[in-house]
């Protein structure tokens, strides 16, 4: 009798310990205020304007990701609020050591997707819960993945002045910064720095001398392939 007991006081610790690791599994990144950078036509040419303090909506404080149980949920905060309007979109991507999470927000709907291949297998949840509150967007996801060990989670939001136009006017903020197009290999971004505005280097200048805007979005190239998986997936899952 004294055995059975034993074992079951050991059996309900061990599930109360390993219970709690799951939910410790998490990660958060903060982010600085009023460092919006902003896309722009100035002095006859196109050019970066940084730490850019009036566009709280799209000014990020913070990204994290948080599990328990079997839900992942991956989280952005701005100081302002969350748009639902076409011109402002937002992205969160997290990739843990065995699993990829992404979530977005525009024209007010929330698409995500997570996916998990090993060894020739799969897991996947394509229909996350998304929602929008103030300040805050979050994304439930079915968890796909088990190691967070090495876990990288970045994000970035944009406002255009005309819907998805990079080569015209818009403000982004990437959080954390060094996934922005002006961030250098060495550590430094050109944040405030005008004399390297013009190198061909640093800008990405063309023949004129103007800066070229950058031809897609840092840290995100993934995405597409990502996107293209989804839907050869959902195709499948239809026709079965």
Known sequence: MKLWKSSILFVSVAVMLLSSMVVS???????PTGDVAHWEYT?????WNYNIGNKPNIDITELSYS???DQLTVTLKVVGTIQSSELNWYWVYLNTSDA???MSWMEGKGGGMAMNIEEGSMQWDLEPEIAVSGNTLSCTFDVVGSDYSNAELWGYSTEYAEAGDMTSEWWGDWAPETHSPFWEEDGDDDAGDDDDAGDDDDAGDDDDGQQNPPSGT??????AVIGAIAVALIILRKRK
Do not use: I, L, Q
Not at 25 to 31: L, V, Y
Not at 43 to 47: A, E, L, P, V, Y
Not at 218 to 223: D, H, K
């Open 25 to 31: 599994a998490g990660k958060t990144e903060s982010d």
């Open 43 to 47: 002095t006859g040419h196109w050019g």
């Open 67 to 69: 599990v328990s149980g």
């Open 100 to 102: 990829t999470y992404w």
């Open 218 to 223: 840092p840290g995100f190239e993934t995405m």
